[in-house]
C-alpha cells in the first residue's frame, strides 16, 4: 500500500493528466488518468456522486469482510494469508485515493498493436492478483 500511495504521488506531480511516458515502446507506457469508476475503469463514465458513495460502501463492506476471514484464517495458512492482505492493501490503496483525491490515479498502460489493457495501478494488481490467487486456492488447491 506504501508504494502504492508513494506510486501514485509521484505520478500526480510528475506526469501531466492525460500525458503519456512511453517506457518500452509498443508494450508499456506511463500515462496519467483519473478512475472515479471501479478497477480498470469499469463504471468509469457514470456521472454523480451515487456511484462514487456505491463504490466506497462495496469498498469498505468488501475490506471488512476480507479482514475478517484474514483474522478467522489460521497463521499457518500462509498463501491464504498473503492473498487477502494482497486485496486488502489494494482495496485499502485505492480507497484512500477516493477519500483524499476524489478519483483513483492510474497509470499502469500496457498495450500490443492496437489492443490496449485498460491502464491500472499497483492497488489494482494486488486486487487482480489476490483474487486470481483466492481462485487457485478455493478451487483447484482444494481438489489436488
Sequence with gaps: ???????????????????????????????????????????????????????????????VLVLIYFIKTPPEQKLNRFTLALVMAGALGNQLDRIFRGTVVDFLEFHFKRFYWPTFNLADACVTVGAVLLIYIFFVRRTA
Aim: no cysteine; aromatic share 12%.
Design 1 to 63: 500500500m506504501v508504494l502504492d500511495q508513494a506510486s501514485k504521488s509521484w505520478v500526480a506531480a510528475k506526469i501531466g493528466l492525460f500525458e503519456t511516458i512511453r517506457v518500452i515502446p509498443g508494450f508499456f507506457n506511463l500515462t496519467h488518468v483519473r478512475n472515479k469508476g471501479a478497477i480498470f475503469g469499469v463504471f468509469n463514465h457514470v456521472r454523480g456522486n451515487t456511484m462514487a458513495l456505491l463504490l466506497t460502501g462495496l469498498s469498505v463492506l468488501a475490506f
